[in-house]
């Protein structure tokens, strides 16, 4: 069984080449699925979400 990828909102922000407030949009408008880390924690990001948002995009 493979182990899911996490990306911190910084890699996902560099792999789409976005800002990190332009990629936190996305997550508040359920365009790309994260998982929040604790109460003040930053995103993490499926490397599966990443890949399904830029396969929309094309």
Same mark, same amino acid.
């Given at each position: 069984? *493979? #182990? @899911? =990828?996490? &990306?911190?909102?910084k890699? #996902?922000?560099d !792999?789409?080449? !976005? $800002? ?5 949009? &996305?997550?508040?408008? @359920? =365009?790309?699925? #994260?998982? %929040? *880390?604790?109460?003040r924690?930053? +995103?993490?990001?499926? $490397? *599966?979400?990443?890949?399904? +948002?830029? #396969? @929309? %995009?094309?």
């Open positions: 069984m *493979e #182990a @899911k =990828k996490l &990306l911190l909102t890699e #996902a922000a !792999v789409l080449r !976005v $800002s990190e407030e332009y990629l936190r949009c &996305l997550i508040r408008q @359920k =365009k790309i699925t #994260a998982y %929040k *880390e604790g109460r924690g930053g +995103y993490r990001i499926p $490397s *599966e979400e990443i890949d399904n +948002y830029i #396969a @929309k %995009k094309i």
